[in-house]
């Protein structure tokens, strides 16, 4: 058994579906992070525009 652990330590034949999903879970992260501060931004700009709207 410590044997098996020692060969799976020392693979690196090529990138397994957990890196896969780690890095598709980082990309999505971000990606949802961007889309929710670029909401927040346009919103406030809506927001301001329409206020001035009213204003005139």
């Known amino acids: 058994m ?3 652990l020692k060969k799976f ?3 690196d ?3 397994s579906s957990v890196e896969y999903a780690l890095l598709l879970a980082f990309v ?3 990606v949802a992070a ?3 501060a ?3 931004a346009v919103a406030a ?3 301001g525009a329409a206020t ?3 204003a005139a």
């Open 2 to 4: 410590l044997e098996l």
């Open 9 to 11: 330590v020392r693979e």
């Open 13 to 15: 034949e090529g990138i």
């Open 28 to 30: 999505g992260s971000t």
């Open 34 to 36: 961007a889309a929710l």
């Open 38 to 40: 670029l909401g927040t």
């Open 45 to 47: 700009k809506m927001t």
């Open 52 to 54: 001035d709207i009213g």
